[in-house]
């Protein structure tokens, strides 16, 4: 069992930055990948990064390349993503999950724990 609780979510004006984090608790936590999803009113979850559990291997959504930075601290159990340069249409909740057994995918289908999720919204 794993167990994921993120944090740092919050209000922020366009243009602005925000900082997530997720605890991971219950398993090594340096043995698995790591993602960040999120999911905004009325449409699907969608990847936005994925970490693999060396931290080597990084990947993001297009839609997100130059402005988020997923970065992992193993020591603290912890993952984050750093949001740059946010827009309105990021607006969602932030979703982090666990793969354990691949390096980090963008399919949803194939992370096997979910933490509660972290609101994120930016006005105009």
């Known amino acids: 069992q794993v167990q994921l609780v993120e944090s740092g979510g919050g209000l922020v004006q366009a243009g602005g930055s925000l900082r997530l984090s997720c605890a991971a608790s219950?398993?090594?936590?340096?043995?698995?990948?790591m993602g960040w999803f999120r999911q905004a009113p009325g449409k699907e979850r969608e990847f936005v990064a994925a970490?693999?559990?060396?931290?080597?291997?990084?990947t993001y959504a297009n839609f997100v390349k130059g402005r988020f930075t997923i970065s992992r601290d193993n020591a603290k159990n912890t993952v984050y993503l750093q949001m740059n340069s946010l827009k309105p249409e990021d607006t969602a909740i932030y979703y982090c999950?666990?793969?354990?057994?691949?390096?980090?995918?963008?399919?949803?289908?194939?992370?096997?724990?979910w933490g509660q999720g972290t609101q994120v919204t930016v006005s105009s």
């Open positions: 219950g398993r090594t936590f340096s043995a698995y990948a």
């Open positions: 999950a666990a793969d354990l057994r691949g390096s980090g995918t963008q399919d949803k289908k194939q992370y096997d724990y």
């Open positions: 970490i693999s559990w060396t931290a080597r291997t990084t």
